[in-house]
């Protein structure tokens, strides 16, 4: 059974810090992409910033230059450093793999974490 755990989330003044990360447990052969999400209430939830196992990201045009995504594959781990924080920032933020391979020539699954509350405000 493979799950995704998040933490780091919590409330944060206007241009603070936080860091999130999100680990994969399980037995997991590899994981190709690894994505944030984020949900803010009344909204639909948006992809935010994605890496591949090769380490090619991307983010939303919102965040570019504020928030970095990283992994460590060994530790299928995957984490979001997001600087400059601003209220619109504030949301559920989920991980997502949506290509997990469980054994060599496996089919792919798809999985999300529970998700973890963001909250920026004075």
């Known amino acids: 059974q493979v799950q995704l755990v998040e933490s780091g989330g919590g409330l944060v003044q206007p241009g603070g810090s936080l860091r999130l990360s999100c680990a994969a447990s399980?037995?997991?052969?590899?994981?190709?992409?690894m994505k944030w999400y984020r949900q803010a209430p009344g909204k639909q939830r948006e992809l935010v910033a994605a890496?591949?196992?090769?380490?090619?990201?991307n983010y939303v045009d919102s965040v570019k230059g504020r928030f970095t995504i990283s992994r460590d594959n060994a530790e299928n781990t995957v984490y979001l450093q997001m600087n400059s924080l601003k209220p619109e920032d504030t949301a559920v933020y989920y991980c997502?793999?949506?290509?997990?391979?469980?054994?060599?020539?496996?089919?792919?699954?798809?999985?999300w974490g529970q998700g973890t509350q963001v909250t920026v405000s004075s």
């Open positions: 997502n793999a949506p290509s997990v391979i469980l054994t060599p020539g496996g089919l792919e699954y798809y999985y």
């Open positions: 399980g037995s997991i052969f590899s994981i190709n992409v």
């Open positions: 890496i591949t196992s090769a380490g090619s990201t």
